[in-house]
């Protein structure tokens, strides 16, 4: 609990002291809010990550003072007036709106209770990456080069939070950290809308409610991030073109360059926004103005940089371990690459021009594959959580309605370009968040203009909406939050399969042994050296070299891989592949003991005699 109150006060200060910044550009205050609080969490994740190059984690503690000092500095003696509510809220318009706004918070407050949950078996990439190579990072004291973990290469900012937390020793506080991102992301749509003549509620409502935009509020990801950087620049490029104003550009290019930091998918979104932008400041006789927009592009990729030269440093290819075809790469090879790709492509339901046509409607009614398989069950029935809901669906039916705010085709603009460049390149559900706030903030701009029984209509679908995706992650979480707070093995136990197995790794083995993951990937609970065995993963398990499980077994003793951790549950049926035969016949040889096997998670010890 004391690790959230400290995330929810570190944010509040950074979006206060960034709201000081942000009140040069615009009077609104849920701008200033959503504009200051990306660029402070922006802030103190670069100093965070510069603390790591330096090898200074061990103050990384008071780098939430120097970035706040420096938005202050930025501010000046601009106010901001933060108990005007008048202002930020606009009055609803109605009973309706009313409602919206207040289902809006209740999502809001359900996330962040949440927050307080460990991450368990439904935040595989937390416990894979986005939460494990930070925890690598404190331990080393430094940022370090982890090769087995290739997730690690991706643009880590908001990871660079994550790790703010874990120094607090705080879960709850690093999730936070992303919570903050989508309630920003959904403030600055809220923002926009206001700034357009409408109410934000709309907006808030349609964002909240969508259930993989929630879910993700209290899970430690990143696609929030990602999702608030690009948004905030479409709407400062918007801000630009309609109040011919070339400040809005450079903020514009400073919220891509965090974008770019956040994951590689922000590239496309970078490109997209450059583009856009060209063209509407073409057709709004504002060529001036595309000079600043080409620095302020420039600027972007100088924010996002750093990431991408250190991989280039340490890998050759600035984008490990994508386009090998083009920068190669250690410890990759093309097989892998091109089953990387085909993992890839397994998500959706084809890419044929047809399927375009109705992605729109089966990501909504048959989500299954565009989602991994994360679900909660309810009685007798298992819902998945990354789904965007009906809301963004329903929306074009508004739109003949009440049409759509003058110059907003451009902002809907990038929203398809970007919905066709994640049909063709990776169909998952959660990549598509990355839309969602410019969808609301550009999409719900003229809803007040719409006929009476249009709103009312779209309205009782975001209530449906927001009331199913608190019904479903309420029904599912609150009832086990107690035991989360009282007891977090017991709680780890019941949810995350592999538990048991760290557990046992965690208090039955020498400090210093090494472990070996096969077909587990999920090392963030495990304190113990640990290497991802999958031949798909990296390199640098030689087995190419190997042709028995007695070769394997001298490997693993030469490198102090004392043992080994198979997670039965995802080992492919049929014929083994020759690099995974070799560790059964390790164990058919004698050479791994079987000494611990519980929920289809085994646990074997080395056998050092003969080797």
Not at 7 to 13: H, S, Y
Not at 74 to 89: H, M, T, V
Not at 105 to 130: F, I, K, Q, R
């Amino acid at each position: 609990m004391l690790g959230l109150l400290l995330g929810l006060i570190l944010f509040g200060i950074l979006a206060e002291s960034g709201g000081r910044v942000a009140r040069r550009w615009t009077p609104n205050l849920l701008e200033q809010v959503a504009y200051g609080g990306a660029l402070g969490l922006g802030i103190l994740a670069y100093g965070v990550a510069g603390l790591a190059a330096l090898g200074g984690l061990e103050f990384v503690r008071f780098a939430p003072l120097g970035a706040a000092a420096i938005l202050l500095a930025l501010g000046g003696s601009q106010r901001w007036r933060w108990l005007d509510w008048k202002e930020a809220l606009h009055r609803p318009r109605g009973i309706v709106e009313g409602a919206l706004a207040g289902g809006a918070v209740l999502l809001v407050l359900l996330s962040l209770t949440l927050c307080l949950l460990p991450p368990d078996g439904n935040e595989w990439d937390a416990l894979a990456y986005h939460l494990a190579f930070p925890k690598w990072y404190l331990q080393a004291g430094r940022m370090v080069e982890l090769p087995f973990m290739h997730q690690s290469y991706f643009p880590p900012l908001q990871d660079m939070l994550y790790l703010l937390g874990l120094g607090y020793g705080s879960e709850p506080m690093a999730k936070v950290m992303h919570w903050a991102m989508g309630m920003l992301a959904a403030l600055g749509a809220a923002g926009f809308v206001q700034r357009q003549g409408g109410s934000g509620a709309w907006a808030a409502a349609l964002i909240l409610g969508a259930p993989a935009f929630l879910w993700q509020m209290f899970s430690a990801y990143a696609d929030l991030a990602t999702a608030l950087y690009a948004s905030l620049a479409m709407f400062a490029l918007a801000h630009a073109v309609r109040e011919h104003r070339g400040d809005w550009l450079w903020l514009a290019g400073g919220m891509m360059g965090f974008a770019l930091a956040t994951k590689y998918t922000a590239l496309l979104a970078w490109g997209m926004w450059g583009l856009i932008g060209l063209v509407w400041l073409w057709r709004a006789h504002a060529t001036r103005a595309i000079r600043t927009l080409i620095l302020s592009g420039l600027l972007a990729l100088a924010i996002g940089s750093p990431w991408y030269l250190r991989n280039f440093l340490w890998t050759g290819n600035p984008v490990y371990p994508f386009a090998y075809e083009i920068f190669g790469g250690k410890n990759w090879s093309q097989a892998q690459a091109d089953a990387y790709r085909n993992d890839q492509l397994r998500f959706g339901m084809g890419r044929e021009p047809s399927m375009l046509l109705l992605a729109p409607w089966n990501l909504a009614a048959s989500p299954a594959p565009f989602a991994d398989p994360i679900g909660a069950r309810v009685g007798e029935r298992v819902f998945l959580l990354p789904s965007l809901g009906v809301g963004a669906l329903a929306m074009p039916s508004l739109w003949l309605m009440g049409g759509w705010t003058s110059g907003m085709g451009f902002l809907m603009g990038f929203v398809l370009l970007n919905f066709v460049g994640w049909f063709y390149l990776m169909q998952q559900i959660r990549y598509l968040l990355l839309v969602l706030p410019v969808l609301a903030g550009a999409g719900l701009t003229a809803v007040h203009r719409a006929v009476a029984w249009a709103r009312s209509g779209y309205a009782a679908i975001l209530f449906l909406q927001a009331g199913f995706t608190l019904w479903l992650m309420g029904s599912v979480y609150l009832p086990v939050l107690p035991l989360a707070l009282h007891d977090r093995d017991a709680y780890l136990s019941r949810r995350l399969q592999i538990y048991p197995a760290i557990q046992y790794l965690n208090t039955q083995t020498p400090a210093d042994s090494g472990v070996i993951l096969l077909d587990e990937t999920r090392g963030y609970y495990l304190n113990r050296r640990y290497l991802w065995g999958n031949a798909g993963h990296h390199r640098l398990i030689p087995y190419d070299t190997m042709r028995t499980g007695d070769d394997l077994a001298t490997w693993m003793q030469k490198n102090g891989y004392q043992y080994l951790l198979i997670n039965r549950q995802f080992t492919p049926q049929g014929e083994p592949e020759a690099w995974r035969a070799l560790y059964y016949d390790a164990i058919q040889r004698g050479k791994l003991q079987l000494i611990f096997a519980e929920r289809g998670v085994e646990v074997y010890r080395l056998l050092t005699y003969g080797l």
